[in-house]
């Protein structure tokens, strides 16, 4: 899949923002923001990294968008403290790795002006739940 591709479906999902179920875990600020974003460059930058936090709410929505299963789908994320959003998307069929079902993804992480990539695999744990095993920079081959 091309990174064009990729983009397209990232950017054309659809639904409710990830932040809304996760918000209580993470702030007890509960206001909501309006107003007109414009499009962040993708950044050139190595330095661009997300927090643990950041990193927690790609995770969470990681493992729900694997949880619901559907093609061709992607979850957005958002983090309310820190303005930080992106979007994940699964970018392989599912294979086996060490007996269980895994799957890789793509997620975006854009803060302030920057945007950066990240990739990842998760594998389905023995109750159905699926664990981040991986997460990194993206490294466009």
Known sequence: ??????????????????????????????????????PAPISKEAGVQPSDADLAYTRAAASEVLRRGGKDVSMPWE???????????????????E????????ASY????????MQGEACRQNKGAWEVRALKPWKNS
């Open 99 to 106: 007996g269980r079902t895994c799957r890789d993804f793509l």
């Open 1 to 38: 899949m091309t990174l064009a591709a990729m983009l397209i479906l990232a950017g054309g999902s659809g639904g409710c923002s990830l932040s809304l179920q996760l918000d209580s875990m993470f702030s007890s600020d509960k206001s909501d923001h309006t107003g007109s974003i414009a």
């Open 110 to 117: 854009v803060t302030g002006t920057s945007q950066t990539w």
């Open 79 to 97: 983090n309310p403290a820190s303005g930080a959003r992106g979007t994940v998307t699964p970018i392989a069929s599912a294979y086996t790795h």
